[in-house]
């Protein structure tokens, strides 16, 4: 049962990572624009995030330091603070967009206007932050955020045809009246937003919070390889129910209560209340997991104490780190600006830095003075210099494709 609950760790940054707010509605405008044409996206990105989650994990187990924690001492201080800058950039609007998107599902469920929910959202995320133990977190809302596998089952429910759904996937190009730059500015967010950087910031930094030692690397790997797959899995599972129900009338989905439309037609009332506790364990789970991440990669950088293993009061400046991002956080989504365009914008910005976020995982998971004989192997190496090749392109391409396309309109 321990190894089990232990998975959950993967599951809470698999769903924070694949079907946070941006995801959720990204995907779902996706599947409604371009069919499943870009479901290959997906797939690669979930490669891609296993590979780097399985070396930070494993960096975590045997050296029992965070990525973070090894940036600077690796790379130097100037490289590792061109890194901080952009990775805390990045974190700090994403904290922003997963309150604003926890706001928006509470306001599916009441009616109430969600700028009303996100100061109590915020404080309620803070304080879940300080006191609720890190075990508690995982296992509440990883596995809270598995009630959207009720979209695998609405479009199982949703009849569509299959045929036609497996041609869009294994024939992936812009559909008709779609211009090829926007359908890569779309791939670009979707890759952003599969292997965005807090990910293995939060999965290497919770390794060390479990306290995981070299006999730990099966429940590491067991988390990266059910975990991750499972986010993807929901990733295609959105968009193939948009897919279904938009595609066919040029509906585009821009919003939460479009995105959730389809579940509520294939199951239902309940269908419809499961997805809107999926949505807000998932945007609310995806809160505390970037703004803890936050945390780690200031306190890491410079050296502080930091971790919720470690008393309040002996790791201030942690703490006081998350709470000013979400002071700032909170303040931005209050401003009205839509959370749902402020993490699209992040997952581009995260495919711009993803290269400053990998190379240090993959340099570090080499170096025997860290890792001993659990280097990587041939596989590893193959599939990590593989994908930071297509990063650097990527990152290269990120902001003049938004530009030019008008951020995909």
């Known amino acids: 049962m321990k190894k089990f609950l232990g998975i959950t760790l993967g599951i809470l940054t698999a769903i924070g990572g694949f079907v946070d707010?941006?995801?959720?509605?990204?995907?779902?405008?996706?599947?409604?624009?371009?069919?499943?044409?870009?479901?290959?996206?997906?797939?690669?990105?979930?490669?891609?995030?296993?590979?780097?989650?399985?070396?930070?994990?494993?960096?975590?187990?045997?050296?029992?330091?965070?990525v973070f924690d090894l940036v600077r001492e690796r790379l130097g201080p100037k490289a590792g603070l061109a890194n901080l800058g952009a990775s805390f950039f990045i974190l700090g609007l994403t904290v922003a967009a997963e309150i604003g998107g926890a706001a928006l599902a509470l306001e599916l469920a009441t009616g109430v206007n969600y700028l009303l929910w996100v100061p109590g959202v915020a404080f309620v995320a803070w304080l879940v932050m300080w006191r609720v133990k890190f075990e508690t977190i995982e296992r509440v809302f990883g596995l809270g955020g598995l009630a959207l596998v009720v979209f695998v089952v609405a479009l199982w429910q949703l009849g569509p045809d299959w045929g036609q759904l497996w041609q869009q996937a294994a024939r992936p190009a812009p559909p008709e009246g779609e211009a090829v730059p926007t359908y890569f500015y779309y791939a670009i967010a979707l890759l952003g937003g599969a292997m965005t950087p807090y990910e293995v910031f939060f999965f290497s930094s919770g390794g060390v919070e479990e306290k995981w030692t070299r006999s730990d690397l099966s429940v590491s790997r067991a988390n990266v390889f059910i975990g991750f797959p499972l986010g993807g899995l929901l990733s295609l599972a959105i968009a193939a129910c948009a897919a279904t129900v938009f595609l066919p009338v040029h509906v585009q989905v821009d919003s939460l209560d479009q995105m959730v439309l389809p579940v509520a037609l294939g199951v239902g009332q309940i269908g419809l209340a499961l997805v809107i506790l999926g949505v807000f364990a998932a945007t609310f789970g995806a809160t505390l997991e970037v703004a803890l991440s936050s945390g780690y990669c200031l306190s890491q950088y410079f050296g502080w104490q930091w971790g919720k293993f470690v008393r309040p009061r002996e790791a201030a400046r942690f703490h006081a780190t998350i709470l000013v991002v979400m002071i700032v956080a909170t303040a931005l989504i209050l401003t009205t600006i839509d959370p749902i365009m402020v993490t699209e914008y992040s997952l581009v910005f995260s495919a711009a830095a993803l290269p400053l976020t990998y190379l240090p995982v993959l340099m570090i998971a080499n170096d025997r003075d860290y890792m001993q004989d659990k280097v990587n192997g041939r596989l590893s190496n193959s599939l990590g210099t593989i994908f930071m090749i297509l990063l650097v392109v990527v990152s290269i391409a990120a902001i003049p494709l938004m530009l030019a396309t008008k951020a995909g309109q």
């Open 21 to 66: 707010i941006g995801d959720l509605v990204a995907n779902a405008l996706v599947g409604s624009r371009f069919g499943m044409s870009l479901a290959w996206v997906v797939v690669l990105g979930v490669l891609g995030i296993c590979v780097f989650a399985e070396m930070s994990g494993r960096i975590a187990a045997v050296s029992g330091r965070a």
